[in-house]
């Protein structure tokens, strides 16, 4: 459980996930995003998909960085 205290309000939250789950994730978007040349969303069942097929809104997106961006051939 993780406690947020901010300006006299606490919030008590029970993550649903496992950090090591959450790492796995964040690497394999990362790779994904350099391999693939495009950006990658993470989804609220920490699946990576290509941001262009995301259907709901992620909870992240890990951006390509540019030198391995490839032309999107006016998609």
């Known amino acids: ?18 950090d090591e789950d959450v790492r796995i994730a964040l690497q394999a978007a990362t790779q994904m995003a350099e391999r693939w040349g495009e950006d990658m969303a ?18 992240e997106i890990v951006r390509c960085p540019a030198a391995f961006k490839k032309p999107d051939n006016g998609r």
């Open 1 to 18: 459980m993780a406690q947020l205290q901010r300006g006299g309000l606490q919030v008590n939250y029970v993550s649903p996930w496992q």
């Open 42 to 59: 993470i989804m609220t069942d920490l699946s990576v998909r290509p941001l262009k097929e995301a259907d709901t809104p992620p909870l």
